[in-house]
Antibody
Framework: QITLKESGPTLVKPTQTLTLTCTFS??????????VGWIRQPPGKALEWLAL???????RYSPSLKSRLTITKDTSKNQAVLTMTNMDPVDTATYYC????????????WGQGTLVTVSS | DIQMTQSPSSLSASVGDRVTIACRAS??????LHWYQQKPGKAPYLLIY???SLQSGVPSRFSGSGSGTDFTLTISSLQPEDFATYYC?????????FGQGTRLEIK
């Protein structure tokens, strides 16, 4: 049974750095083909993909946010971590992590999401 | 980036109706197209992967079709629990992109 859960601050100030942790179970990020992605959703808006890390430590980022994002993994802790620098109120959103299996690039398991508000 | 455009953006329908939602990619993505359902306050839920494969546990009233640039999600007979927002997603290349969503409402 695969589960994921996001954790991190619910409120950050403008210009601060956000660090979100995805703690998962039921799979290993050492397994060939597997990945964990981060997706966000501003209130009332559509889903936006942010970053993806693969089992082999290959990392992909949204081009529009690449300069602000870093994704890492800790396989011993079953975690994937996303950092986003220079937070702005427009970054207020629910942030999800999701499991990407070795299939055709879809996310078949998602965390419950965590709402991050950027405000002074 | 590959742009994903869904139509319509919103749709009103009744229980028992047959509903089709379209998703168009700005370039060919083969069958690297997936559909999600999202209910308010909940995470997206995978319905269809690789354009036409039904995710395990998803009712058979959901189906997907298409390849290249044009795709459809069909719900053959709407049930009360199907009223939600639906998103398509391409994984042909990064950046991964989603459609803007189709909100399915009760008529």
């Amino acid at each position: 049974q695969i589960t994921l859960k996001e954790s991190g601050p619910t409120l950050v100030k403008p210009t601060q750095t956000l660090t979100l942790t995805c703690t998962f179970s039921g799979f290993s990020l050492n397994t060939s083909g597997v990945g964990v992605g981060w997706i966000r959703q501003p209130p009332g808006k559509a889903l936006e993909w942010l970053a993806l890390i693969y089992w082999n430590d290959d990392k992909r980022y949204s081009p529009s946010l690449k300069s602000r994002l870093t994704i890492t993994k800790d396989t011993s802790k079953n975690q994937a971590v996303l950092t986003m620098t220079n937070m702005d109120p427009v970054d207020t959103a629910t942030y999800y992590c999701a499991y990407r299996g070795s299939g055709a690039g879809y996310f078949d398991y998602w965390g419950q999401g965590t709402l991050v508000t950027v405000s002074s | 980036d590959i742009q994903m455009t869904q139509s319509p953006s919103s749709l009103s329908a009744s229980v028992g109706d047959r509903v089709t939602i379209a998703c168009r990619a700005s370039q060919s993505i083969s069958t690297y197209l997936h559909w999600y359902q999202q209910k308010p306050g909940k995470a997206p839920y995978l319905l269809i992967y690789a354009a036409s494969s039904l995710q395990s546990g998803v009712p058979s009233r959901f189906s997907g079709s298409g390849s290249g640039t044009d795709f459809t999600l069909t719900i053959s007979s709407l049930q009360p629990e199907d009223f939600a927002t639906y998103y398509c997603q391409q994984s042909y290349t990064t950046p991964i992109t989603f459609g803007q969503g189709t909100r399915l409402e009760i008529k």
